[in-house]
Nanobody, 125 residues
Framework: QVQLVESGGGLVQAGGSLRLSCTASGRSFSLYAMGWFRRSPGKEREFVARISFSGGPTRYADSVKGRFTVSRDAPKNMIYLQMNSLKSEDTGVYYC??????????????????WGQGTQVTVSS
């Protein structure tokens, strides 16, 4: 079992930056691939970024590629999402999620096993 808690959300102007953090607790955290998702107003939960269990390979949604960076600090059991050049369409609740299947490259929320409670990001234009 893995427990995930996000933090770092807030209100920021367009063009600004935020760094989200996800604190993980529980057994075998380092064996999970981790993802970031968001739910924007009126939309379904969507994939944002994924990082492998090793912290190596990453994957991004086209909408955030070049602006967002996902990373993990295994000794601290932390996952981060650095968000730069924020746009109003980045507004939403951001969730971190854990995937026990480390051999796939999942982007569907249904493929993830553990979820945090989310943190709100609001980008004002």
């Amino acid at each position: 079992q893995v427990q995930l808690v996000e933090s770092g959300g807030g209100l920021v102007q367009a063009g600004g930056s935020l760094r989200l953090s996800c604190t993980a607790s529980g057994r075998s955290f380092s064996l999970y691939a981790m993802g970031w998702f968001r739910r924007s107003p009126g939309k379904e939960r969507e994939f944002v970024a994924r990082i492998s269990f090793s912290g190596g390979p990453t994957r991004y949604a086209d909408s955030v590629k070049g602006r967002f960076t996902v990373s993990r600090d295994a000794p601290k059991n932390m996952i981060y999402l650095q968000m730069n050049s924020l746009k109003s369409e980045d507004t939403g609740v951001y969730y971190c999620a854990g995937d026990r299947d480390i051999y796939s490259d999942h982007v569907s929320p249904s493929s993830y096993d553990y979820w945090g409670q989310g943190t709100q990001v609001t980008v004002s234009s």
